[in-house]
């Protein structure tokens, strides 16, 4: 989209009256890895006179929603589809990219899992900790639901054409499952990279660590971008929005949830 920064400010600043800026709404929903940065685009913009709205949903919801005009924004954790681009007329806006880790409880003796593995277990063909590691018991597994970006960029990085098992338990969010995880000793799921902290324990995927640097190196395999979905011909406060997360000076904002700025300073 060829904006320029100059047009988009002079359209925001015939909203002034007498030097008070009139509030203008945005409104996004979908991934919930965006929350936090958007969050963060949301107080800034305030001095603007820009009220950003954030909701989450799920990636297929935000795509949803703002191809039906429920939304201004559709946040995805997975790049958008041709079909979803022309039978909507939505446009892509990518500023971050993120990895997607394998995760199981700080107990958990488990260290490795290449894809094949990965498969075995997602879709219930092993069913036994005992398998592939020390670990006693049944493995519980979970999962995130249809609409979720991180689910399906796991189910076509990961997966392939194994499907996921019909008794995986089913969570909505990336700190859902966070938290799913970190209070089973019997849990294997997976999360965005950015939610990770020392509640759970992330898996080294073919060998190689789940860490932003390797992702962003192209070592670490299993990565998506994070993009906001506008329909064409945005309106000004919508443009600002965009300009915003995606400009170098918000780059810190994003990388302090552990996302890798495409913008960087």
């Excluded at 400010?9 to 007498?18: F, I, K, N």
């Excluded at 509030?23 to 685009?41: C, E, F, L, N, Y």
């Excluded at 929603?65 to 909507?88: C, F, H, M, Q, W």
Aim: with cysteine.
């Amino acid at each position: 989209m060829k904006t320029s920064l100059f047009s988009i400010l002079l359209s925001l600043s015939s909203s002034l009256v007498w030097g008070t800026p009139v509030k203008r709404t945005v409104s996004m929903a979908g991934g919930t890895a965006h929350i936090p940065v958007m969050q963060d685009a949301a107080k800034l913009l305030t001095a603007e006179g820009i009220e950003l709205v954030v909701a989450a949903g799920g990636s297929g919801v935000g795509i949803t929603k703002v191809a039906t005009g429920l939304v201004d924004i559709g946040n995805s954790g997975r790049p958008l589809t041709p079909e979803e681009k022309t039978r909507y007329g939505l446009e892509e806006h990518r500023f971050a990219i993120d990895g997607i880790a394998l995760i199981v409880h700080p107990g958990n003796p488990l260290q490795n899992v290449d894809a094949a593995t990965a498969q075995r277990i997602f879709s219930g063909i092993k069913t036994q900790w005992s398998d592939f590691t020390s670990r006693q018991g049944a493995i519980r597994l979970y999962t995130r639901e249809e609409s979720s970006g991180t689910r399906q960029t796991f189910k076509e990085l990961v997966m392939k054409e194994s499907p996921f098992a019909v008794y995986a338990h089913v969570v909505t969010s990336n700190g859902a499952m966070k938290v799913a995880v970190a209070q089973d000793l019997d849990a294997i799921g997976f999360c965005s990279i950015g939610h990770l902290d020392r509640s759970v324990k992330a898996v080294a995927f073919s060998g190689i660590a789940p860490t932003q640097s390797n992702a962003a190196s192209g070592i670490y395999p299993v990565v998506r971008p994070l993009v906001m979905a506008v329909r064409k011909n945005p309106s000004a406060p919508v443009l600002r929005v965009l300009q915003l997360i995606q400009s170098p000076a918000f780059a810190d904002h994003i990388r302090a949830y552990g996302y890798l700025p495409l913008s960087a300073p």
